[in-house]
Nanobody, 127 residues
């Protein structure tokens, strides 16, 4: 199994940027597709961005497309979410998640398809 630890959350003004990092340990990082999800108070957890094992096919929710960028470094066992042009509606707890898949190009977006989760990091965007 893999352990995931997120960092980089915080408070930022609308229009600002934050960079979230997720450090993985305990298993072969390249065996997992990786995703970022978020959950706002009173709402369900939702997919934000994901990247396949090979890293060639990142995918984004429509709400963040063009503002967020996901990347991974399999040598350093990390996945990063760069968030630009932040909006108050981006306020949520952000979670890193790992999907153990045989495919190097498959990327899934459903919460229940991910096997391991980090503890989450709070992102607050003020207006």
């Amino acid at each position: 199994q893999v352990q995931l630890v997120e960092s980089g959350g915080g408070l930022v003004q609308a229009g600002g940027s934050l960079r979230l990092s997720c450090a993985a340990s305990g298993s072969t990082f390249s065996s997992y597709a990786m995703g970022w999800f978020r959950q706002a108070p009173g709402k369900e957890r939702e997919f934000v961005a994901g990247i396949s094992r090979s890293g060639v096919k990142p995918y984004y929710a429509d709400s963040v497309k063009g503002r967020f960028t996901i990347s991974r470094d399999n040598a350093k066992n990390t996945v990063v979410l760069q968030m630009n042009s932040l909006k108050p509606e981006d306020t949520a707890v952000y979670y890193c998640a790992a999907d153990r898949t045989m495919s190097t190009t498959t990327l899934r977006t459903a919460v229940n398809e991910y096997d391991y989760w980090g503890q989450g990091t709070q992102v607050t965007v003020s207006s």
